[in-house]
């Protein structure tokens, strides 16, 4: 069954601050990795990665996949109070009878203070 | 252009009872998968539809289903209510499979 582990849980950081966060899983025929923003209810889409070693960049918000290690690392630098929000990692499989379902990790809650 | 709307936006039900959920996907998206978000945990998938059919089915009961009408929109029903299904569920749709998906807003459901 395919898995998505995300780390940390939670973080608290002041404005300004970067932060990392982490993103490992297990897939059957990985297709793509996909980062989402959820902070009331609908996740809103931040990237989706392929490619390992390839960097997506949008503002301050950039994102990496390693394929040879299967984790991906969605970084934001000099963060501020809006970035506070649940940050969800998925994995999408490829074809050979599949679904293309997304799996979701649990998320990392990042709180943000002034 | 209107994202991926669902109705209604809040729900309250009691156990035993029947729901049914709607979404609007993209205007020119197939695909609209289905899934329900526990307090404190990620999106699980319950649903996908394609071109009208049901082509992956998460671990839920035969309490849940649903359907894609001719105009993409979708239904997920659930009968039976229990309290273990009070949840946000997500309608997200996309222009093909294993394509980038939209969310919806969600339908909140509390069962009481």
């Known amino acids: 069954e395919d898995k998505v582990v995300q780390s940390p849980l939670s973080l608290v950081v002041h404005e300004g601050d970067t932060v990392t966060l982490n993103c490992s899983y297990e897939v059957t025929n990985f297709r793509s990795l996909l980062w989402y923003k959820q902070e009331k209810k609908a996740p809103t889409f931040l990237f989706m990665l392929?490619?390992?070693?390839i960097e997506k960049k949008s503002g301050r918000l950039s994102s990496i996949l390693d394929k040879k290690e299967l984790f991906s690392i969605l970084n934001i630098t000099a963060t501020q109070t809006g970035d506070s929000a649940v940050y969800l990692c998925?994995?999408?499989?490829?074809?050979?009878?599949?679904?293309?379902?997304?799996?979701f990790g649990k998320g990392t809650l990042l709180t943000v203070n002034p | 252009d209107a994202g991926v709307t669902q109705s209604p936006t809040h729900l309250i039900k009691t156990r035993g009872q029947h729901v049914t959920l709607r979404c609007s996907p993209i205007s020119g998206h197939k695909s609209v998968s289905w899934y329900q978000q526990v307090l404190g945990q990620g999106p699980q998938f319950i649903f996908q539809y394609y071109e009208k059919e049901e082509r992956g089915r998460g671990n839920f009961p035969d309490r849940f289903s649903a359907r894609q009408f001719p105009n993409y929109s979708s239904e997920l029903n659930v009968n039976a209510l229990l309290l273990g299904d009070s949840a946000l569920y997500l309608c997200a749709s996309s222009l093909r499979r294993g394509e980038q998906s939209d969310f919806g807003p969600g339908t909140r459901l509390t069962v009481l």
């Open positions: 392929t490619s390992s070693g």
């Open positions: 998925a994995v999408v499989p490829g074809s050979g009878g599949s679904n293309y379902k997304l799996t």
